[in-house]
């Protein structure tokens, strides 16, 4: 099994070289991660400039560019092989219900799966890696669960897993979810820099709205594993026949002067 591994952390974050650890020996590994932080950079890629790969010391290749463009850069060109199984993370915090559609962790992970690789995004829950030796454990059982049942070699698949921050004993089992839902973000944060121009940080994502039985925020709440596949199709499938309506009615509707 050859794995190629990324992130959204930048390669010296902990949780890329504790997933690295973990299944080094169960693979082959490699690594190509955006060389500082890319969170909440989604599925972005770098068009307008040109990406330079360079290798750490430890062996890690890093890019100067989003967490797809390290994915996408050795699934065509990069690498002289094809990979069995892309793997994002550890990453340091959740990426529940809407979180997923910011992730830099899910990016790397779904540019796998726009590839038709199978591939899965890893995070742990709370941030400052608390037990991520733990969670880089139950990222090792899952990939060998998913080899031993011979999903690697399947049709492509995407997972978002978000693990928590317990000791290894005491994480509970997987849990298959829907995506849970958040408040809208909290307000920007302003604030005057020395030269008297405001400036702008994005504010912190809002709570759970949607916690409910059955979704990622209440799987890992009560300490269990919360696995939800993702697809990357967001037509509306539920409302196309209002829509097919509505689009009738604005085609036969005398147009505005």
Known sequence: MKILISNDDGFQAAGIV?????????????????????????????????LYVHRAANGFRYVNGTPADCVHVALTGLLDYRPDLVVSGI????????????????????EGY????PAIA??????????????????????????????VTAKPWLLNVNIPCLPFDEIGSTKL?????????????????PRGETMYWIGAAGGA???????????TATGHIAITPLQ??????ANLGYWAQTAARLNTAPKPQ
């Open 232 to 237: 990357v199709d967001l037509t509306d499938h």
């Open 18 to 50: 504790a997933l690295y650890e973990a299944l080094k020996d169960v693979a082959e590994v490699e690594v190509i991660a955006p060389e500082i932080n890319n969170s909440a950079k989604s599925n972005a890629l770098t068009l307008h400039s040109p």
């Open 114 to 117: 726009l590839f038709g690789i």
């Open 177 to 193: 979810c829907r995506l849970g839902r958040r408040h809208s973000a909290e307000p920007v944060i302003k604030q005057i820099n």
């Open 209 to 219: 709205m949607d916690d409910s039985e059955g979704t990622d925020f209440h799987a």
């Open 122 to 151: 890893f995070s742990q829950v709370q941030r400052d890696w608390l037990h991520l030796e733990s969670a880089a454990r139950k990222a090792r059982e899952l990939v060998l669960s998913m080899q031993h049942n011979q999903l």
């Open 91 to 110: 990453n340091n915090g959740a990426n529940m219900g809407d979180d997923t559609i910011y992730s830099g962790t899910v990016g790397a992970a779904m």
